[in-house]
Nanobody, 120 residues
Framework: QVQLVESGGGLVQPGGSLRLSCAAS????????MDWYRQAPGKQRELVAG???????NYADSVKGRFTISRDNAKNTVSLQMNSLKPEDTAVYYC??????????????WGQGTQVTVSS
């Protein structure tokens, strides 16, 4: 069993900042890739940012230079620092992690999502 819990969502004005966090718990052996996805109303889910266990990162073109993903392997957490927020960033943000669990299975796990609304 693995649980992912996101936090940090809320309402922010354009140009503002918000930091999302995701904590993983359960029978975790190793967490490999960790990602942030988002789904805006009327749109498909999209990958926002990803980070490997070793710290390599990638970002969607729409958020490059504004968002920063990071992780703490000791605490099994991943964060997304979002700066210079735009109305088009409004979406439900989901944490995803590929996890090896005891006694030895590997699979993807999702958090429940957290709402981010960017509006005046």
């Amino acid at each position: 069993q693995v649980q992912l819990v996101e936090s940090g969502g809320g309402l922010v004005q354009p140009g503002g900042s918000l930091r999302l966090s995701c904590a993983a718990s359960g029978r975790i052996l190793v967490i490999y890739d960790m990602d942030w996805y988002r789904q805006a109303p009327g749109k498909q889910r999209e990958l926002v940012a990803g980070i490997t266990r070793g710290g390599s990162t990638n970002y969607a073109d729409s958020v490059k230079g504004r968002f920063t993903i990071s992780r703490d392997n000791a605490k099994n957490t991943v964060s997304l620092q979002m700066n210079s927020l735009k109305p088009e960033d409004t979406a439900v943000y989901y944490c995803n992690a590929r996890v090896s669990t005891w006694p030895g299975s590997v699979g993807d796990h999702w958090g429940q999502g957290t709402q981010v609304t960017v509006s005046s």
